[in-house]
């Protein structure tokens, strides 16, 4: 499994931006599928964005597209959100996920730590 450490939330006002990062350890990071979640309080974990190992497919949660990108740099070894337009309702602590598959409805194998992004209005 691969090892996956998120940073870059925080505190932001309603129709600001945040970039989240995820950094992967292990030699093949490339050849996982990638993904955000989120868990607001008192909510079960959703879904976000992924993007495939191969050609970089992308998939968006319709609450998200238009206002996120995911995107990630192999030789980096890391994954990231660019958050748009964020809204309150965006709140939630953001999780990163990997695995051979990753796409809406699956659930992966290897998660990172979290974490918390708070959007004010």
């Known amino acids: 499994q691969v090892q996956l450490v998120e940073s870059g939330g925080g505190l932001v006002q309603a129709g600001g931006s945040l970039r989240l990062s995820c950094a992967a350890s292990?030699?093949?990071?490339?050849?996982?599928?990638m993904g955000w979640f989120r868990q607001a309080p008192g909510k079960e974990r959703e879904f976000v964005a992924s993007i495939s190992w191969g050609v970089g497919m992308k998939g968006y949660a319709d609450s998200v597209k238009g206002r996120f990108t995911i995107f990630r740099d192999n030789a980096k070894n890391t994954v990231y959100l660019q958050m748009n337009n964020l809204k309150p309702e965006d709140t939630a602590v953001y999780y990163c996920?990997?695995?051979?598959?990753?796409?809406?409805?699956?659930?992966?194998?290897?998660w990172g730590q979290g974490t918390q992004v708070t959007v004010s209005s």
């Open positions: 996920a990997a695995d051979a598959v990753l796409v809406e409805g699956t659930k992966p194998r290897s």
């Open positions: 292990g030699r093949t990071f490339s050849s996982y599928d």
